[in-house]
C-alpha cells in the first residue's frame, strides 16, 4: 500500500502557483498549435472570434508566431463555452455510409481516431460520441496513472478482479474509413472509453479479437472472454466464478461502487451455482456467452479441493468480513464511491470487513479524465490531473459565461465550480456538467484538490422549487437509520394525487427500520430544511409530503442490466439516475414495488 499523502495546502505558495500556470500555458500551447489545423477548428461557429485573433487562414498556428502568454490571452477573451450540440454536426460525418477518410481525418485532433468513446446515454438523453486520438507520451500522463492506479501490481503473486480493464471490450459498432480506391484504412471501434484505453494499452485492435479472446493476462483472475460478454448478469456471474475460483485474490477493481455492490450480490445469491461450476469445471449456459464460451472453458478446471474450501466457508453473509474468509489476501476494493454512488459503501464494507480498505480511483468521463484519488482513506478527495487537457472552473453562482471562468491557481478554497474543460481531443471550453468543490491543494505540484459534488442540472421540480441531486442525496443521508439503510434510491414526479409530490425509490440494505413509517415525514421535514423554496411551496399546498416506494431486493442491478440490453449500453458503466424523468425508466421501477410508505 502506498504511504499517506501530504496534508493538503489551504492556499498556494506563489512558486506553486506559477508552476500550475506555466503548466496549463504549455498545454494550451500544444492543443492550439496542434489542434488548429483540425476540420472542427476551421469550421466551428462557435471559434471564429479566437480565429480571427489568431490571424488564421490556411493550416495550424506557426508556434513562432505567439508566445505562451500571449497565446493564453487570446483564448482567453476570444473562446466562449461550448455544449455538445455544437460539436455533433461534425462528429457525425464519423457515421456517415460511406465513411470517407478524406472527410473524417483530422476532424477534430490530427489523424483518425483511435477508438470512438461512447456515453451511457442511460438517463433518458440519447448516448453522446468522442473522438479518442493517439497522443504522445507527455500527453497521456493521467490516463497512464489512471491505469496504474486501477490495475495494482502484487508483490504476492496476487489477483485482480477486473471489472475496470474487463469490464467490456464490446463495442456498438466499427467505423470503417476508406479511401480513394475504396479500401478500409482502419477499424475504429465505439465503445466505452475505458474498453478504448485497455486496448491501447495492450495493443489489441478490434482486428485481433478473435485471437485476444483466448488469452488470459496473468494478473487478472478473469480471461479476456468475459469482457466480451454484452449481458451485465452473465459478465457479474463470469467474474465471481474466475474469483472464487482464484484462492489468491487482493484487488476487487471496478469502476462504480454499484458494480461492485451487484458482483458481491452475484456471489451472495448464487453461491451454490458459482461453487459448482468450480467443482465440475464446467461453465454453465448463461445469456450471452454463446459465442465466447469454448474460451472460457478453456480456463476453467474442475477444482474440488476449492470447491470443497468455499462450501466449508459457507454464506458466512451476516459476518462483517464474508470475502476475508473467501480470500485472506484481499486488501482492498476499488470503486469510486463519492457522489450518487456513497451510499452502497456500507452494504460493500460489511462484505468485505474492517481489514480490506475501499478507495476511490479517479473522476473520469467519456470527455477527459479529471482527477485522481489523493488520500486512499478518503472515498472523496481526488487531486486534479492537469498534464493532458486544460481544466478550467466555472463559479457555480456567477453567470454561465466564460469571463467568469478561473483557473487552477487562482481557485478558492471551499468553493464550488463547473468544470470546463479544453481537451487535446479538440473540445474547447466544453461544459463537462460536474459540479466540484475546492477541498485544498496538492502540496506536491499545486494542483487543485476537488470533492465531487453532483450534475450542476440535475434535479426534480414540481412547482416554484429546485431540488437538487446533492439536496436528494443529502436528505436521504440524513434519514437513512429510520430507512434501516438505503442500498440506492432515485426520485421522481408523483402525480397519483391532486397535490404532487416526490416519489422515492428506495432498494433497503436489509430489514426495514423499526421507524419506517415516519420516513416520509421526516423526508419532507428535511427537504423543507434544505430548500426554501420547497418549505413555501409544502406550506402553501402545493406540494404534498413525499411518498416512499420501496422496491424488491436486487431492483437497482437488474435495472442497469435492462439499461445494457435495451440501450446497448455496456456493462458496469450503466448508471441510475438520481432523478428518474424518462416514463418507460419510471414504469419498470413501479412493477418492481413491493409496498409503499
Known amino acids: 500500500m502506498e504511504s499517506a499523502p501530504l496534508e493538503p495546502f489551504t492556499s498556494l505558495t506563489p512558486e506553486l502557483a506559477e508552476r500550475l500556470r506555466e503548466q496549463t500555458l504549455n498545454v494550451l500551447s500544444y492543443l492550439v498549435k496542434t489542434n488548429s489545423a483540425t476540420t472542427y477548428f476551421k469550421e466551428s461557429a462557435v471559434l471564429p472570434q479566437f480565429r480571427a485573433a489568431l490571424h488564421l487562414t490556411d493550416g495550424q498556428i506557426d508556434p513562432l508566431d505567439f508566445s505562451a502568454t500571449e497565446l493564453f490571452e487570446i483564448y482567453r477573451n476570444n473562446v ?143 480471461p479476456i472472454a468475459v469482457s466480451l460478454i454484452s449481458n451485465y448478469k452473465s459478465v457479474l456471474f463470469m467474474h465471481a466464478l474466475f474469483a472464487l475460483a482464484e484462492p489468491k485474490l487482493e484487488t476487487i477493481s471496478t469502476m462504480f461502487t454499484t458494480a461492485c455492490r451487484d458482483l458481491c450480490r452475484t456471489i451472495d445469491n448464487r453461491w451454490e451455482d458459482l461453487i459448482h461450476c468450480i467443482e465440475t469445471g464446467v461453465i454453465p449456459d448463461l445469456n450471452g456467452i454463446e459465442t465466447v464460451k469454448d474460451n472460457l472453458q478453456r480456463f476453467l478446471q474442475p477444482n474440488p479441493d476449492r470447491a470443497e474450501e468455499l462450501r466449508r466457508i459457507g454464506k458466512a453473509t451476516d459476518t462483517p468480513g464474508w470475502f476475508r474468509q473467501i480470500w485472506p489476501q484481499l486488501c482492498v476494493i476499488l470503486a469510486n464511491g463519492s457522489g450518487p454512488f456513497a451510499t452502497l459503501i456500507p452494504e460493500i464494507r460489511h462484505y468485505a470487513g474492517p481489514d480490506v480498505s475501499v478507495q476511490s480511483v479517479v473522476i473520469a468521463s467519456s470527455e477527459a479524465f479529471l482527477a485522481v484519488v489523493y488520500d486512499p482513506r478518503d472515498l472523496n478527495l481526488y487531486s486534479v490531473v492537469g498534464s493532458d487537457d486544460v481544466i478550467e472552473f466555472l463559479p457555480v453562482e456567477k453567470p454561465e459565461e466564460s469571463k467568469y471562468l478561473a483557473q487552477s491557481w487562482n481557485v478558492e478554497l471551499g ?78 414526479p408523483d402525480y397519483r394525487q391532486v397535490v404532487s409530490r416526490y416519489a422515492f425509490f428506495v432498494e433497503l440494505q436489509g430489514d426495514p427500520g423499526a421507524n419506517i413509517s415516519t420516513v416520509p415525514t421526516a423526508l419532507h421535514n428535511q427537504l423543507q430544511q434544505h430548500n426554501e423554496n420547497y418549505l413555501k411551496d409544502s406550506q402553501m399546498g402545493r406540494i404534498g409530503v413525499p411518498c416512499v416506494r420501496v422496491v424488491r431486493p436486487g431492483t437497482f442491478g437488474d435495472y442497469r442490466g435492462w439499461k445494457v440490453a435495451m440501450k446497448g449500453a455496456a456493462a458496469g458503466q450503466v448508471k441510475v439516475a438520481v432523478v428518474i424523468w424518462v416514463e418507460a425508466d419510471r414504469a419498470w421501477l413501479e412493477e418492481r414495488v413491493m409496498y409503499d410508505i
Open 80 to 222: 466562449g463555452l461550448s455544449i455538445y450540440e455544437d460539436y455533433f454536426p461534425v462528429i457525425s460525418r464519423l457515421f456517415e455510409r460511406p465513411c470517407n477518410k478524406s472527410s473524417v481525418e483530422n476532424l477534430m485532433a490530427l489523424g483518425l481516431p483511435v477508438f470512438i468513446a461512447h456515453s451511457s446515454g442511460t438517463s433518458g438523453g440519447a448516448a453522446k460520441y468522442f473522438p479518442k486520438y493517439r497522443h504522445p507520451e507527455h500527453m497521456s500522463r493521467a490516463m497512464a496513472e489512471t491505469a496504474r492506479l486501477a490495475n495494482p501490481q502484487s508483490n504476492n503473486a496476487g489477483k485482480n478482479c477486473s471489472l475496470v480493464s474487463l469490464v467490456s471490450l464490446t463495442y456498438r459498432q466499427v467505423v470503417t474509413p476508406l479511401d480513394g480506391d475504396g479500401d478500409i484504412v482502419k477499424h475504429i471501434p465505439v465503445c466505452l472509453v475505458s474498453s478504448g484505453c485497455y486496448r491501447i494499452e495492450n495493443n489489441m485492435p478490434v482486428e485481433n479479437d478473435a485471437f485476444s479472446v483466448t488469452l488470459k493476462i496473468p494478473r487478472y483472475s478473469s
Open 415 to 492: 468553493r464550488k465550480y463547473e468544470v470546463v474543460l479544453t481537451t487535446r481531443d479538440g473540445f474547447w471550453r466544453y461544459r463537462l456538467g460536474d459540479v466540484v468543490e475546492i477541498a485544498g491543494f496538492n502540496p506536491r505540484d499545486g494542483q487543485p484538490l476537488i470533492r465531487y459534488i453532483g450534475r450542476r442540472h440535475m434535479y426534480i421540480r414540481l412547482a416554484n422549487e429546485v431540488t437538487t441531486e446533492t439536496q436528494l442525496r443529502n436528505v436521504v443521508d440524513a434519514t437513512s437509520d429510520l430507512f434501516g439503510g438505503v442500498s440506492e434510491f432515485c426520485v421522481s
